[in-house]
């Protein structure tokens, strides 16, 4: 592994897994899953984002794993799956439901996080008959299903086509990011992350972001800016909670009030004053919290969907 891939020390240092396996998607790619936890736990399944690896979800993983079994995986391409030349939604959508069939036994459910483009993937995985057998609720951090490029404010530009195209070209690049300085610091947390983010919240961040191969970072870019994932919001029919960063600049808080309005089954927006796009590492406990109360509410019954739809009901009158 790169010795950028992840810190070694503190809460975003990765904890060891119980034990590693691979899942061989439907194309054949091969995707690097950790098994963190006891066996016989609730179980949570986290989906990274772009130019991320499992180290990005450290801080869940150290906290969740005491009483739940936590299964992370490497996106293709990214940390320690091989690159593929397939870089698709509908890839990305192939390799949740791989992961699940080999993690979980028939009928078995989990909560499923996803950060970013680990969101994307659950969007785009939400009509599979895989995805649907063993998904209980989901949690969508810092995502958005369309217009990604459009809305993004990195750059200090008014609305429009200018901005979107520069935006793209900066994104889309493939210029190497080089080693993690002062200086790459400083643009890393101005694009990504909010104005308050301590040292270590950065300095881990750009570890992990500046390990992604740039021929894989490139690659996907290209898939975000074309994104569109509406038709998976409509599907997503699990109770499925929100939460974004009102200073994200990546996936502004526009694209989670539009998920908010679209979702059939949401239980929550949860708007973060001050945080930018990396909210598991920006607010680590709030979006712990966040996973144990989806699974503490709907993995109790799993093999009754009557009671998860009663508790979504409940969650909606409640205001939740």
Not at 68 to 97: F, K, M, N, W
Not at 167 to 195: F, Q
Not at 258 to 277: D, F, I, K, R, Y
Request: net charge neutral; proline share 7%; hydrophobic share 45%.
């Amino acid at each position: 592994m790169s010795r950028l891939t992840h810190v070694t020390s503190g809460p975003y240092a990765p904890p060891a897994p119980a034990h590693e396996l691979t899942a061989v998607s439907a194309d054949g790619a091969r995707l690097h899953v950790e098994v963190h936890g006891p066996e016989n736990a609730p179980t949570v399944v986290l989906s990274h984002g772009w130019t991320c690896s499992t180290a990005f979800w450290a801080a869940q993983i150290r906290d969740l794993a005491a009483d739940h079994r936590v299964i992370a995986y490497d996106q293709r391409g990214h940390g320690r799956s091989p690159a593929s030349l397939a870089c698709t939604t509908h890839a990305l959508a192939d390799d949740l439901e791989a992961v699940l069939a080999h993690t979980l036994a028939p009928g078995e459910k989990a909560v499923i996080a996803g950060h970013s483009m680990g969101g994307m993937t659950v969007m785009a995985a939400s009509a599979r008959p895989g995805f649907r057998e063993h998904t209980a609720a989901v949690l969508l951090c810092s995502t958005g299903a369309s217009r990604l490029v459009a809305e993004a404010r990195v750059l200090p530009l008014r609305a429009g086509r200018v901005r979107t195209w520069i935006t793209g070209r900066i994104l889309g690049s493939r210029a190497p990011l080089g080693p993690v300085t002062p200086l790459a610091r400083r643009i890393l947390k101005y694009a990504t992350m909010g104005a308050g983010s301590a040292p270590h919240m950065v300095e881990a961040c750009a570890r992990i972001v500046h390990a992604c191969p740039r021929a894989v970072r490139g690659a996907w870019a290209s898939v975000l800016e074309r994104l569109d994932l509406d038709h998976g919001v409509r599907e997503l029919t699990v109770p499925t909670a929100v939460v974004a960063g009102t200073a994200d600049r990546l996936t502004p808080p526009v694209h989670a009030r539009a998920l908010v309005a679209a979702l059939p089954a949401c239980v929550g927006l949860t708007e973060l004053p001050g945080l930018g796009h990396m909210t598991p590492v920006e607010a680590p406990e709030l979006v712990t919290a966040k996973i144990r109360e989806l699974a503490a509410t709907y993995l109790t019954n799993t093999t009754d969907t009557t009671d998860t739809t009663d508790a979504v009901d409940a969650h909606v009158k409640e205001g939740a």
